[in-house]
């Protein structure tokens, strides 16, 4: 089961995974988009919003070997430009849904005793990013969801998948483009064979592109350095917010 499968990583997941001969159930909200993955990937298409209809999506599944969370949203701004009720909806959908998703498939799981959950997180998690705290909490509080399921867990797989800037429709989304020079956006598909790549191999941690394990770890070693240095340079994901942006 890949979330967020309409399009960007998930959409790109979904093609990945049908190479790889798996079964799929593709969540998404945008009928047309989802409808056209399914069958371009060969998938089951389950339109509905995570944040209001999961008990119903994971009726429509079935059984699932493998869930691929990677649904979610972002804003960009000041905290303090933050309209009401987003902070709200950046939670529901990149941390209480995957949460619920996994509580609700994970049992399941365990009694098979095979499975595998992914969780597409982000460098923003790991390092923060200026104008996108609430977006960067919700991912570093999806890291640590994996990070402590997988201490609780024996014969289901848990990764969490980081990746950078990725060439998808995020950013539009989100009220605000992207403005950097530097790090280039990275294809979709780069991310998708990591997440392939972290099921096949039981990988518990993966960075999308490789590097950014860098400036994470740099973080977590020398927090102090790594500070002054993104006070000059920002952090790999930085981004330009326009005045005002909405999500």
Known sequence: MITGASSGIGAATARAMAVAGADLVLSGRDRERLDAVAA???GLAVRGDLTTDITALVERAGPVDVLVANAGCGWAGPLTAMPDGTAEQLIAANLTAPIRLTRLLLPAMVERGRGHLVFVASIAGAVGV????VYAAT???????AESLRYELRRVGVSVVLPGVVDTPFFARRGAAYTRRWPT???????ARAIVAAVEHGR???FAPA???VPARLKGAAPGPFRALADVFGTPV?????PGATP
């Open 204 to 206: 518990p941690e993966s």
């Open 238 to 242: 930085s981004r330009r917010a326009r």
């Open 40 to 42: 371009e990937s060969g």
């Open 211 to 213: 590097w950014l394990r």
């Open 185 to 191: 956006p990275i294809p979709a598909e780069r991310v």
């Open 130 to 133: 200026r104008d996108e705290a």
């Open 139 to 145: 991912k570093a509080g999806l890291i640590a969801f």
